[in-house]
């Protein structure tokens, strides 16, 4: 089974997780299920880059060989572009594979969480990005602090 | 003769200072204006849409007690908002706010419909907020999300007494040094970023301030409506200087389908 023909979803219970809410000021809990993420992979069809949530859509194969149209939302371009993205980040025919929260509702639908394309590479929220580096500040004054030095400012 | 002529020209400068109009009071310290974006500090964080005073002491207090350094900066921040709702936003709403508090964001007009914000969400909405004056007698507010704006009349306007209520409300403003002082009536009810109904007797006052630093800009809220409110509620926001941001276009709202209810934690 080649990785376009499978449509892998895998659901894992997280407590409280938050990898790039989406729209977490729109009642994002009321639309998807952030206990849950699942993993689906498929070529996307159609990204569109625009306000309040971008939306991207992927041709997924189940494993019976059908066809089947996810949809992926986004925060939104004004969130994005804070992050560098562009219309043009994710573009039509690039196999990916795509991690989020899946639609309380909605067959075929989840939130971004993270992005692995074809090469290896990963596109997350800018809100995630932002709390690995808040994550990161906080190692290093744990070390600091661990070796009995005077650490750096708290990451406030 | 010579004290004659220094009283005359006394005269005629008290004249000329007591019938001349009073010193403009718009003039806009220039560092106020321009954009500001999210703040990417964990106070940023913390105040991405709304923090208070009390939340964060509180995620400072988390952050400094080693205890925590292994539990994730997200848990640390929910932690700071629930206290901060259960000591300092609960205790200050009517017993009738109570009842209904915290209302569930399934219900949220702006989810089910893409209604637009009322301002007392909007002056706290998360990305880009651009302030530029309009004039002389003007300063306008202008945010990215919905891509709204708010016009604040400099002049010493009253507001309108007959209008009624609108979703952005009537605001005025005044310099305070380089702080910059906005006062709002005439306010629509509507839904709060603390999932309560303000009444239609909202007046808020924001204060913005830039910090020393240059590149910060803390929102000072203070919300007092005896329709909602024991006592006035002082919310907070931040934003980071951000010349290079850009507001883009809101214009492709979907109606949130498959919403549920009672699903949110309170």
């Known amino acids: 089974m080649t990785a376009l023909q ?46 309040p949530h971008a939306i991207m859509s992927m041709d997924v194969t189940d494993k019976s060989g059908k066809v089947v149209t996810w949809t992926v939302e986004f925060a939104g371009r004004l969130n994005l572009a804070e992050g560098g993205w562009t219309a043009d980040t ?40 932002r709390e690995d580096a808040i994550e990161a500040e906080r190692r290093e004054r744990a070390r600091q602090r661990s070796q009995g030095t005077q650490g750096t400012q708290p990451p406030k | 003769m010579i004290q004659k002529c220094v009283s005359g020209l006394l005269l005629l400068v008290l004249a000329a200072c007591s ?18 974006s999210d703040d990417p500090t964990a106070v940023g964080m913390l105040c991405f849409f709304t923090c208070t ?16 350094d292994a539990r994730p900066f997200p848990q640390l921040r929910a932690e700071a908002d629930r206290f901060a709702r259960d000591t300092y936003i609960r205790p200050r709403l009517t017993d009738a706010r109570l009842k209904s508090y915290p209302l569930d964001p399934a219900d949220d007009p702006g989810l089910l419909r893409c209604e637009p914000w009322g301002v007392a969400r909007q002056m706290f909405s998360p990305h880009q907020l651009e302030i530029r004056r309009l004039g002389e007698d ?129």
Not at chain 2, 53 to 68: C, K, Q, Y
Not at chain 2, 138 to 153: C, F, I, K, N, P
Not at chain 2, 201 to 223: I, S
Request: glycine share 8%; net charge neutral; aromatic share 8%.
């Open chain 2, 138 to 266: 003007r300063v306008q507010l202008r945010y990215g999300e919905w891509d709204a704006r708010r016009t604040v009349y400099m002049d010493g306007r009253r507001g309108p007494e007959r209008e009624p209520p609108g979703a952005m409300g009537f605001s005025v403003g005044h310099w305070e040094g380089e702080t910059l002082v906005i006062e709002t009536s005439n306010i629509a009810a509507n839904l709060t970023p603390w999932r309560f109904e303000h009444s239609d007797q909202l007046r808020t006052e924001e204060r913005f301030t830039r910090a020393d630093d240059g590149t910060t800009l803390w929102l000072t809220a203070t919300f007092t409506d005896p329709g909602s409110l024991k006592e006035p509620l002082v919310i907070k926001k931040v934003w980071k200087w951000a010349p290079e941001s850009h507001i883009t276009p809101y214009e492709d709202c979907q109606r949130a389908s498959g919403v549920t209810k009672g699903v949110s934690q309170p």
């Open chain 1, 90 to 129: 994710i573009k039509p025919g690039e196999r990916v594979k795509v991690s989020g929260n899946p639609a309380r509702q909605n067959d075929h639908q989840m939130s971004f969480g993270r992005i692995v394309r074809a090469d290896g590479t990963e596109l997350v929220p800018v809100g995630k990005k």
């Open chain 2, 19 to 36: 019938s001349s109009p009073p010193a403009p009071k718009t003039t806009a310290p220039k560092q106020i204006e321009g954009m500001w």
């Open chain 1, 6 to 51: 499978r449509a892998s979803i895998l659901a894992v219970l997280l407590v409280a997780l938050t990898i790039g809410r989406a729209g977490a000021h729109h009642a994002f809990s009321a639309v998807y299920d952030d206990k849950q993420t699942i993993t689906v992979e498929g070529v996307v069809t159609q990204f569109k880059f625009v306000n």
């Open chain 2, 53 to 68: 005073e009390v939340a964060i002491a509180r995620l400072n207090a988390l952050l400094d007690d080693p205890a925590n």
